[in-house]
Structures are given as structure tokens and as C-alpha cells.
């Protein structure tokens, strides 16, 4: 019988054993919306990276770089995190390094120990799913959160992927997680109105991004940790770039 936990922020990790488990990152606004957006774009690989100086320095090394901090784009990077920013195909075949505020130091976190770590997003959520379903795998959902805080959007999606697998678990933070997705599926962006992140991208004029990191299923692609580069599976290479969903 496969085992679902959840944890809800990063700053408790350390109360899971990663051994063996497939870990799902999401952190729906933005870093895991932006990720599966670029590379289901045509991006080549993202390189995840905690650091903001490490990141600027892949700069030297030829890469695009892309850097947020508390909802905006850091200086002297290319790009920010917004995943709308991908879907005119601009960046295929660029490999980018990523630093974000929440999502990155997530993956940092969990590739040290677990068996392979996925990207969630609502984006390609039933692929993600489905994926996992073919594996025999144990499976964590971390939800990066909002500076080791509890957020509700990343628990919205947690819920959604639980409810999708249908896993057996005792875990009283999935439980929560699934309540409050069937609560919230039927208008997810009227009840993240009030969502402080939300409320974040909001004062940054960012209300088109919250619109897009809701929407389920634009890809079928699977976006996963080879090493320390994040990439599309091997079947799903060929489909990238192509049939990119409109959005004003």
C-alpha cells in the first residue's frame, strides 16, 4: 500500500524521511507555474539555485538568469517569475538558472535525500498524477510556502493531487488539504481573493499571473530533477513549444 504526506512548509523537512519517496514541489505562485510553463515552452533545462549571487553568476557561464525576491525581479537579472513571460516561445532551447524566493529553496532542499523530486503545479496536474501513479514510489508533497509559512494555494494544489491519486494516508495535514480543495474547486481564484500572496502579486500589478497559475491542465508535461537541472521527461521533449495555451 503507497503512503501521501504533506508537508506544508519547508522549515519542517526535517520531520519526513525523503529516503526512497517521490517529493512533488509545488509553490503555485509562481516558481512551480513558471517552471512548468518555461520548459513546456521550449526552454532546454532550469538550474534551481537558493542564492541570489550564485545565480547572477551563471550569468558568466552563458545562461539566461532568473531572479525574484518577495514577489518582484530581482535587480540585473534577465527575468523575474512570471510564467507568462515563456509563453511566446522566446526562450527555446535557452537553459536558465532560477532563484525565486519560496520554490527554489525548496528543490534544494528536498534532492539531497529523496528518490526523485517532480515540479506540481495546477498547469500540469493531471500528468503529474498520472506519472506518479505508474510508479511504486511513496510520495511527499511539499508545499514551499511563504518564508517558511503556511500558504493556501500550495495547499490548494496539494489537495488536488491527493484527491487525484486517491493514496492511502493518515496524514493529518493531507486530510486538511483535500477539505479545503473541495471547498474551494469550483472557484478557486474568488477564494484566493483574500490569500496573502495573492494579495502580494496583486500590489505588484500581477493579477494575470494569479489568473494563469490557476488554470488546470494548459500542459502534458512532466517536469522532473535530472541531477541539478530541471527538465522535461524524454517523451514530453518533442511536445514543447508547440500548442502553447493563449493568455491575454
Not at 507568462?84 to 528543490?107: D, E, F, R, V
Request: net charge neutral; hydrophobic share 40%.
Amino acid at each position: 500500500m503507497r503512503i501521501l504526506e504533506t508537508c506544508i512548509s519547508p522549515e519542517l523537512i526535517h520531520l519526513y524521511d525523503l529516503k526512497d519517496k517521490t517529493v512533488v514541489i509545488v509553490d503555485i505562485f509562481r516558481a512551480s507555474s513558471t517552471m512548468v510553463t518555461a520548459l513546456s515552452s521550449g526552454v532546454e533545462s532550469i538550474m534551481p539555485v537558493e542564492d541570489l549571487e550564485i545565480c547572477r553568476s551563471f550569468k558568466n557561464k552563458g545562461w539566461l538568469i532568473a531572479g525574484e525576491r518577495n514577489g518582484k525581479k530581482a535587480d540585473g537579472f534577465d527575468l523575474g517569475n512570471s510564467p507568462l513571460s515563456y509563453l511566446n516561445g522566446k526562450y527555446q532551447g535557452c537553459k536558465i538558472a532560477m532563484t525565486t524566493t519560496n520554490g527554489t529553496k525548496a528543490i534544494v532542499l528536498a534532492k539531497a535525500a529523496a528518490n526523485e523530486v517532480l515540479i506540481g503545479s495546477f498547469l500540469n496536474l493531471s500528468t503529474t498524477a498520472k506519472y506518479i501513479k505508474s510508479r511504486e514510489n511513496d510520495v511527499l508533497i511539499l508545499c514551499a510556502g511563504w518564508k517558511g509559512k503556511y500558504n493556501i494555494e500550495d495547499a490548494l494544489f496539494a489537495g488536488a493531487l491527493s484527491l487525484g491519486l486517491n493514496f492511502h494516508h493518515d496524514c493529518d495535514a493531507t486530510l486538511a488539504m483535500e477539505t479545503l480543495y473541495q471547498t474551494a474547486e469550483n472557484n478557486l481564484l474568488s477564494f484566493l481573493k483574500k490569500a496573502s500572496h495573492a494579495k502580494r502579486l496583486q500590489n505588484h500589478q500581477l493579477e494575470k499571473d494569479i489568473d494563469f497559475c490557476l488554470a488546470r491542465d494548459q500542459f502534458d508535461t512532466l517536469v522532473k530533477l535530472y541531477g541539478d537541472q530541471l527538465k522535461l521527461t524524454s517523451t514530453d521533449i518533442q511536445k514543447s513549444g508547440t500548442n502553447l495555451p493563449k493568455f491575454p
